[in-house]
C-alpha cells in the first residue's frame, strides 16, 4: 500500500469552480505539504504544516487555501479555480529526526477549463 | 537567498555513464538530495548524502559533493533506457521545507 495518497487522481474542472484535493499518509510524519509542477518550472512551494496547528505559506500560496485536519490528513482548496491553476499538485511529507528526506504522494493533475 | 540550479536537458547512449550536476548557493546545507521522476509518477528518493561527505556510492550510482564549489553531481553507470526520468537536486537549509532544483531531464537513446 502506498505510503502517501492523493485523491482524486485526476480532475477537469470549470472557470470559478470550488475544488479541493485531498492527501493522506500513513508514514507517521509531522511535516506535510503541498506543491505544484508545471512543465520549466520545477517544484513551487504552495503551503506547508511543520505539525496539525501550524500552516505556513510557500512561494505561491496566493488563490490556495489549506486544511490539516489531522497528523495524518492535509488537504488544499482552489477557492475559485482559474485556468492557469492547470498543473499537477503534489502532496509530500518528511520526518525532521534525520535526513528529513520528503516522500511524495504520486500527483493530482488538475485541468481548469 | 537560496537557489539550487541544473541544466533542463541531458540525452545519453544507452551503456554510457550519465553526470548530472547541480549547484546551490547556502553552504550551511545540511543534506542534499537526488530525487527521480518518472513519467506520470512523483518524485522518487533516489540518495542524499550529508554535507560532511565528499562521495556517496550506491550500486550504479555514485554523489559527489564539493562543498567549496557549492556543487553536486549524480553518476549514473551503465545508463538504460529505464534511467530516463527527470532528476531533480534539492538542498535541506536547516528548519525549512527543502528547496528543488527545477529538474534535468535525462533521455537515453538506444
Known amino acids: 500500500d502506498a505510503d502517501v495518497t492523493q485523491t482524486p487522481r485526476n480532475r477537469i474542472t470549470k472557470t470559478g469552480k470550488r475544488i479541493m484535493l485531498e492527501c493522506s499518509q500513513t508514514?507517521?510524519?509531522?511535516?506535510m505539504y503541498w506543491y505544484r509542477q508545471d512543465p520549466g518550472l520545477g517544484l513551487r512551494l504552495i503551503y506547508y504544516s511543520f505539525d496539525v496547528k501550524d500552516i505556513n505559506k510557500g512561494e505561491i500560496s496566493d488563490g490556495y487555501s489549506v486544511s490539516r485536519q489531522a497528523q495524518a490528513k492535509f488537504s488544499l482548496s482552489l477557492e475559485s479555480a482559474i485556468p492557469n491553476q492547470t498543473a499537477l499538485y503534489f502532496c509530500?511529507?518528511?520526518?525532521?529526526?534525520?535526513?528529513?528526506?520528503?516522500?511524495f504522494g504520486p500527483g493530482t493533475r488538475l485541468t481548469v477549463l | 537567498g537560496e537557489d539550487v540550479e541544473q541544466s533542463l536537458f541531458l540525452s545519453v547512449r544507452e551503456g554510457d555513464s550519465s553526470v548530472i550536476n547541480c549547484t546551490y548557493t547556502?553552504?550551511?546545507?545540511?543534506?542534499l538530495y537526488w530525487y527521480k521522476q518518472e513519467p506520470g509518477a512523483g518524485l522518487q528518493l533516489l540518495t542524499y548524502i550529508f554535507s560532511n561527505m565528499d562521495m556517496k556510492q550506491d550500486q550504479r550510482l555514485t554523489v559527489l559533493l564539493n562543498k567549496k564549489d557549492k556543487h553536486l553531481s549524480l553518476r549514473i553507470a551503465d545508463t538504460q533506457t529505464g534511467d530516463s526520468a527527470i532528476y531533480f537536486c534539492?538542498?535541506?537549509?536547516?528548519?525549512?521545507?527543502?528547496?528543488f532544483g527545477k529538474g534535468t531531464r535525462l533521455s537515453v537513446i538506444a
Open positions: 534539492a538542498e535541506n537549509i536547516g528548519n525549512t521545507p527543502l528547496v
Open positions: 509530500a511529507t518528511s520526518d525532521p529526526t534525520g535526513s528529513d528526506t520528503q516522500y
Open positions: 547556502d553552504s550551511s546545507s545540511t543534506y
Open positions: 508514514k507517521g510524519h509531522d511535516r
